[in-house]
């Protein structure tokens, strides 16, 4: 796994701003890693994945008003509401302990989010299960303790695990995605960092950024499958509403 120092590093010598075996300084070093940050956060939910949803912990009265999230069977029970798709923001108003069952089969990418609305996890502990997979490792996860902020994972498809994301990311920790993408991180967070320098990137840098961008996009592009039969939600995309081809009824 490479460390985001990792990627800072051979970024300074992708820019010719330092000679092999040099490093920068630790200005240039916390600026960089400012500006990796600010890169790989602005990717999630645009050119990775899907934008979050919100999903109501527990279920909210007899009719779901979420749009575009609407439940077929309004009848249906909060047991239902147990298991939501991926990218879903989860919105925590409980006043018992609960367990949320995470996608059997996510894609790769997915992302998940909890959200503290009114709950005292101390007293009322949150299950997050796995459902086949892993969370931060293990089959599952509570959360009895009350986060100041959000928390939120990724799904890692060749870990088979959801992995906590917590930015901002420091020198040494891991950065999020799969190791086969460093180049163009590296790329990326180069033609960024060239303004600052005065420098303009060359063609082989901004040309390595401009495929890695390709293949990112096409490593994380989601497929969600619906269901259309009684006691399941139908779902869909937030980006496909108002996409070509829709048109509201009426």
Partial sequence: MTTAVQIVNRTFRENNLTAI???????????????????????????????LLDWNL??????????????????QTAATYK??????????????????????????????????????FV?????????????????????????ATPLHWLYRADLGNW??????????????FPDSFDDFWVALLAVRLAPLYGK???????GVAQNGMKQF??????EVPTANFPDTVSFNSFQSWGGPGWEPLG
């Avoid at 298991?83 to 997915?110: C, E, H, K, M, W």
């Fill in 58 to 75: 527990p279920y909210v009265g007899g009719v779901n008003n979420r749009f575009p999230l609407y439940p077929m069977d309004p009848t």
């Fill in 123 to 147: 007293t009322n502990p949150l299950t997050l299960s796995g459902n086949g997979r892993l969370i931060e490792g293990a089959q599952s996860i509570i959360v009895n303790t009350n986060p």
């Fill in 21 to 51: 075996g040099k490093l920068p300084n630790a200005a240039q070093s916390a600026e960089a890693l400012d500006y990796l940050n600010r890169l790989i956060k602005s990717t999630l939910g645009t050119d990775e994945g899907e934008l």
């Fill in 163 to 176: 992995i906590a994301l917590d930015f901002p990311l420091a020198d040494t920790d891991e950065i999020p």
């Fill in 83 to 120: 298991g939501p798709p991926p990218n879903s923001r989860l919105l925590a108003a409980l006043s018992s302990p609960f367990t949320v069952y995470f996608q059997n089969i996510p894609p790769d990418g997915a992302r998940m989010s909890l959200v503290n609305i009114s709950t005292d």
């Fill in 217 to 222: 996009k096409a490593r994380y592009a989601q």
């Fill in 200 to 206: 303009v990137p060359n063609d082989i840098t901004a």
